[in-house]
């Protein structure tokens, strides 16, 4: 059966389990990325001719299999499987499995590593049979690790791992996906970490491209070498060192080699940056022309560093904190002569807490070399309130990564949110880059108008704050409002209650209901076919990419609805479902393979309950051909359910303390039958005696009830389980693609329609409410409830003075 991209995630954070407790994560993740890193060359590389990487003889994952159980287990893997490897591929840093104060001494290292070794054996981490050609799956796995590393490895510890989100963005806006890149074309990273940044630009690249990163910490620098070999870049050259005590990418003549790209998230704030540094005579010239950065703050000492290295028609992305937008003295100098010299093509704000290791907001800088001398300012943009909240991270959405990338890539001005600032606005603001000085992004104030609270009406302004739903609904408006004797006051025509369904009945909504509906159909009929023609091999992320662009498409510039919300419903969708069915059909094709499923009990023995089938559910299948079977079902339950309420109610109605029921230890058929017979022959209790016999009545009706449903579920079961292999393609296609996959997307996006008016109807409700009573009529309510509070005291014998 086909590996689903859940099951993989599971399957490997899984392993973490066994290493858990030991140590923590920053260190964990090295044994279990290790382990995964020789899992998937021996699957994909072993005995095969001219391999990018070397399996010495012996040293491959079925070689380490045989080392389960062994006393030695730590030792062998050291010798047998992980030295050899390293040393045929010049790795370096890799993890001591022989470690007792990480692994624990004796049996307990001996079964912690053989159990780590067993979770790689599964079938569904089979890597070589489970690969959509051009997706790399594996590659995504380790990425998905290495988030999850990050997010529990602690403040200081997390930042090996750029959030891919970000890494996206940085890839996108760097100009290479347009560019006529080939193996000449150069990429670099000064602070490599992981690796995350450098391959989401390989990704972007139209064509194989060179791939090179420095990483301090060695230990980050031997993960980032394995990153590039599971993500088929095995010539990426990754160096360890200090960038800027120490950088190891020269040219002949020993001064920085320069590259077409560079895109870098270094330490932010760093307060070594200067350790081994000169800036006074640094050989490289990094300084020269700009300034030296403060002693205690190496943020710009990486932007020089990024800015000398790039070629002369160069671009680069570097991720920093805001600070360097706006603080003073040595950056303010640098800063500018950065302005003046053009490079600084775009600044892009993002939200507070998004990176590991840090929760204090970042943006992004852009470089651009090439155009910087016919540059006229710089484009902006204010990112800081798109995000989604992750547990305790904020997140990007692929809505937010897509607004961002098409807004900077188009230069779209877009009021509180982006805009082109001329040099001469940012020169009168003495070069401060602080972004909030030139987009005022605030949600702009909900004034109280006090002549509205003393003489009622609503004040027209706040009306026409409502001018994007008047331009689409021009008639709704006068629907919902009528004049009052004050000119700038509207008072509403209808009850507050009333005003949510006076939109759904307005022949306007109805209209642009209809236009709506008809947008997704034409994007549906259009992908329906597509999808119905997908066939082994198809690769997931073009899948998606294509339907995703095209619904932005048939979206845009539509009034009231965001065709970024709607994208993110489709991308949402994806994540969750049809992502893993593509999979397993770019894997097995159009099969619907059920599956038993086996749950460990209590006495660890395995319990089957029931079967599945991941890629068409029992219900789309129920719901097109068992639909009396359904309906008998269903009207069994109801019967059931009624049957079960009158039951409780008779319990409730007789089990006081003179109830019927209240002499029994507890109630059930057995005891109301025993006590039945015990006063079967006393006539003072006859009504006692109804009672009980008509609640064992109710109870053999329900037993009867519930062995039908039983039987009817059994029957349906069954016919379902005949069903599934007798299903011929065409009809797996349609469960899939209309009642599956569309329905789904549909039922999604109509949640947009729903909101537009939920938020239209608050607001309109919030602000009748808001001036429903005036002053006068308050203060004579208050009058009226003072004289009823007087009277009742004045009887209770208080007389209120």
Known sequence: MAIKKSELYSSLWSSCDELRGGMDASQYKDYVLVMLFIKYISDKYADEPFAPITIPKGSSFKDMVDLKGKSTIGDDINKKIIGPIADANKLTDMPDFNDVTKLGSGKEMVDRLTNLIAIFERKELDFSKNRADGDDILGDAYEYLMRHFASESGKSKGQFYTPAEVSRIMAKIIGINSSNSSASTTAYDPTCGSGSLLLKVADEAEKSISLYGQEKDSTTAGLARMNMILHNNPLA?????????????????????TFDYIVANPPFSDKRWGNGVDPDKDQYGRFVDYGVPPEKNGDFAYLLHIIRSLKSKGKG??????????????????????????????IIGLPANLFYGTGIPACIIVIDKEHAASRKGIFLIDASKGFLKDGNKNRLRSMDIHKIVDVFNKQIEEDKYSRMVPFSEIEKNEYSLNISRYIDSKEKEDIQDINAHLLGGIPNVDIDELNDYWKVFPNLRVSLFENTKREQYLTLKINKDDIKQTIFNHQEFIDFTAEMNVIFSDWKIKNTNKLKELKVGLNPKELIFELSEDILTHYYGKKLISKYDVYQHLMDYWAEIMQDDSYL???????????????????????????????????????????KEKQLIESLESESELLATQLVEMEEEHSGEDGYFSELDKIN????KARLKEIQNDDKTKDEINTLKAYLDLTDKLAKINKKLKEANAELDKKLYE???????????????????????????????????????????????????PLPLQSAEVEELEKSVNSHLERMGFVWM
């Open 317 to 346: 992305a570097c991720i920093l904190p805001h600070g360097v937008l706006f603080r003073g003295n040595a950056e303010a100098e640098i800063r500018k002569n950065l302005i003046k010299k053009g490079y600084i093509k775009g």
């Open 237 to 257: 050259e990754i160096k360890q060192g200090n960038t800027l005590a120490n950088p190891l990418f020269l040219d002949e003549q020993g001064n920085l080699k």
């Open 723 to 773: 069903k599934y292999p007798a299903l011929a393609v065409d009809e797996i296609k349609s469960l899939v693609v209309d009642d599956k996959w569309m329905a789904s997307i549909e039922q999604n996006i109509q949640t947009e329609l729903d909101r537009i008016i939920q938020r239209l109807t608050l607001r309109i409700k919030e602000l009748a409410e808001r001036y429903e009573t």
């Open 585 to 627: 059909i770019s894997s097995d094709g159009w099969k619907a393979e059920t599956y038993r499923i086996y749950v460990e009990n209590k006495q660890k023995k395995m319990v089957d309950k029931g079967w599945t089938c991941d890629l068409i559910p029992k219900e789309l299948v129920i719901n097109r051909y068992f639909i």
């Open 669 to 672: 058929k057995g005891n109301v």
